[in-house]
């Protein structure tokens, strides 16, 4: 039978199901890796697992969303500090750049190269996940929205195509090894082509119109 904890415990149980979980989810991987092994190196009984979560799925879900974040806050210093050096076209290939140099070293973030693994766990998290999960991927390209803004610059096609070329620099970054030795310099013609090409120099536009997302 679970126990009851008290919410110190909770938050504290919570912090090392998450750090013990990604510890366990990188060594063995998403299938391979257990709730009973999860829940010895937590040191909490099977049934508390349950507490927290309706599926180990539900876990990973969390995890990897707060990979995402940290991410998300490194490259926003980044794009700053390229920003001081490049216009903000070519600012932003250099910070996706580099951030899918952080992404690829974040072996949790490649199941999405697994369609079946990704609906499984899609299918396991709960409504509270996935909306976490869709308003950090708008956040992410609403701040990118801001900071061109900032310099002038405005996104031409809609915010949606913005987002998608994104997770399409991803996958074919993390993939660029089925395309040869000149993968890496094709993806960043790409990126410069597609940057140059959305983000223009003129007015700002508001970012809630049609160029953003629907709310």
Request: include cysteine.
């Given at each position: 039978?679970?126990?009851?904890?008290?919410?110190?415990?909770?938050?504290?149980?919570?912090?090392?199901?998450?750090?013990?979980?990604?510890?366990?989810?990188?060594?063995?991987?998403?299938?391979?890796?257990?709730?009973?092994?999860?829940?010895?190196?937590?040191?909490?009984?099977?049934?508390s697992f349950y507490n927290f979560y309706p599926s180990k799925e539900s876990m990973v879900f969390d995890i990897v969303l707060d990979i995402e974040t940290e991410i998300h806050k490194e490259e926003m210093n980044n794009l700053h500090t390229f920003l001081a050096e490049y216009e903000f076209p070519e600012a932003m290939k250099h910070t996706v750049l580099k951030s899918l140099g952080f992404m690829q070293n974040e072996p949790l973030l490649l199941i999405v190269n697994d369609p079946q693994l990704i609906q499984e766990i899609w299918s396991k998290s709960s409504e509270q996940q996935k909306e976490r999960s869709t308003?950090?991927?708008?956040?992410?390209?609403?701040?990118?929205?801001?900071a061109a803004g900032q310099k002038g610059y405005?996104?031409?096609?809609?915010?949606?195509?913005?987002?998608?070329?994104?997770?399409?620099?991803?996958?074919?970054?993390?993939?660029q090894n089925m395309v040869g030795e000149s993968g890496h310099e094709a993806l960043e013609l790409m990126m410069k082509a597609t940057f140059g090409k959305i983000f223009v120099k003129g007015c700002i536009g508001d970012i809630k119109g049609e160029k953003s997302f629907d709310h």
């Amino acid at each position: 039978m679970a126990r009851h904890f008290s919410e110190t415990e909770k938050q504290t149980i919570k912090r090392k199901l998450l750090h013990e979980g990604k510890v366990l989810l990188e060594k063995y991987g998403v299938k391979k890796t257990s709730v009973d092994k999860i829940v010895e190196k937590v040191g909490i009984a099977k049934g508390s697992f349950y507490n927290f979560y309706p599926s180990k799925e539900s876990m990973v879900f969390d995890i990897v969303l707060d990979i995402e974040t940290e991410i998300h806050k490194e490259e926003m210093n980044n794009l700053h500090t390229f920003l001081a050096e490049y216009e903000f076209p070519e600012a932003m290939k250099h910070t996706v750049l580099k951030s899918l140099g952080f992404m690829q070293n974040e072996p949790l973030l490649l199941i999405v190269n697994d369609p079946q693994l990704i609906q499984e766990i899609w299918s396991k998290s709960s409504e509270q996940q996935k909306e976490r999960s869709t308003r950090q991927n708008q956040n992410r390209v609403t701040d990118f929205i801001q900071a061109a803004g900032q310099k002038g610059y405005r996104l031409t096609v809609p915010a949606t195509v913005f987002e998608a070329s994104l997770m399409s620099f991803f996958l074919i970054y993390i993939n660029q090894n089925m395309v040869g030795e000149s993968g890496h310099e094709a993806l960043e013609l790409m990126m410069k082509a597609t940057f140059g090409k959305i983000f223009v120099k003129g007015c700002i536009g508001d970012i809630k119109g049609e160029k953003s997302f629907d709310h």
